[in-house]
């Protein structure tokens, strides 16, 4: 559906977890998992309820599908007391959102339910970001988009820093095959029409998120969407061309604040139309017998939140990346496969290098990762996975070339996989294989 202007609104409340007297933090919920989601899920419907009875009605109604309606909540929206769920209770989450959001109601909205964390292993925690198209009834991958981050394990499950060079992990939803994922978790997807860019942030202690890379030829980010607790959004932080939105809603204490702007450049906001405080009666828990109901204060330190409501904005122009790419397969294996994209600049000078591995006993989710990249995982039955990539200088009449440093079951090796040209249409790379 061609959408003419899109509308956002930022539900605003703080996600972080409870500081207290002492300077220690408690994160806050529900003894029982399945019901402390179920109580959140219950906050998330009163809220996406009242901002669509707070939206101004146009008069005469404007058609279907002419302005697309964007409710983002901030990073950590569901955690628990444990500082993530198990992953039965993550998937209980992602269905329940789906679900609220599937009535016709909802035609012409889209959420972005903030983030789930979840334990995926003893020691791994991953922070999971749902984008739902509105209207679509079916819990599952229509209509929808999975926005994965892994983080380490650390002081209530908040990541203090990110793996060295970048070991944060993108994933889709099964069928959307077109998301690429960089190595700093930033997911680019097409819903409703519009390319998105969707980066999951983190503490203000984090550098900021880096520019997602994207390939010559790909859709440009027409719409960069930020969920935080704790960091703020820039014009080098996000994906967007020139004239590009970007929308940011942050969860931290009283620093907890939705913005909207213009990348222009330089990024110029947007103002807010209105603000609405969410209600903050006590919720119920469907299915409890007893009947239950939960205090909004037991589960966020400073109550439900605020509704921010921004003015109609015209859907930015769509367009694709411009530039050229040389395509490399690395048969290292018959385990293991490698491909490469060497991207050149619109002038045909040498920008960056991304990289595709395919493993048949790990599954990295057709992520393109950017080079240079360190990575470290294990296999199902426990093997060290190693990936080291770096760019060094080439020889002879080669500019650059691509060093690596890789033990995966069944293949090692050290040295330059491949030289190549400084610019496109130079030497043919010269490769190892």
Known sequence: MAYSSI???????????????????????????????QARCQLMLRAMEAAA???PQASPPEPPGTTLKVFMAPEFFFRGTAGAYQLDDVRLAITTLQQMAGGAQWNDWMFVFGTVAGTLAANETSNFCLVQQGGVASPGDSGAGMVMKELQSNIVAIASAAHPGGVLVGAVSPGRPNQQVGYDGAGIFQLCGITWGLDICLDGNMQRVLRSPRVPGSSV????????????????SVACEAGGLVFHCDGMRDTAQSTLALLQPPMSDVAMASSMPVPGDALPLPGAS??????????YAQGPGTLDCYPPQAVP?????????????????????????????????????????????VDFHGNNYTVPLQLSTRDAVGNTVQVQMSLIAGSGPY??????????????????AFEFSAVYGGMPPYTVW
């Open 317 to 361: 122009n769509a367009g694709t990346v411009p530039g050229s790419v040389v395509r490399l397969s690395w048969p290292a294996s018959p385990q293991w496969t490698f491909n490469f994209l060497l991207v050149y600049a619109t002038n045909g000078s040498f920008d960056s290098i991304r990289c595709e591995i395919a493993g048949k006993t």
């Open 53 to 55: 009875a707070s939206l």
């Open 399 to 416: 500019a650059g070339a691509l060093w690596c440093r890789i033990e995966v079951p069944g293949f090692v090796f050290e040295g330059n």
């Open 290 to 299: 007893p009947a239950q109901a939960v205090p909004v204060s037991s589960l």
């Open 221 to 236: 980010v027409q719409v960069q969407l930020v969920p935080s607790c704790g960091t703020d959004a820039d014009a080098g």
């Open 7 to 37: 509308q956002f609104i930022g539900y605003v409340i703080d996600t972080a977890p409870q500081l207290n007297a002492d300077g220690s933090q408690t994160c806050l919920g529900l003894g029982n998992p399945q019901q402390d989601v």
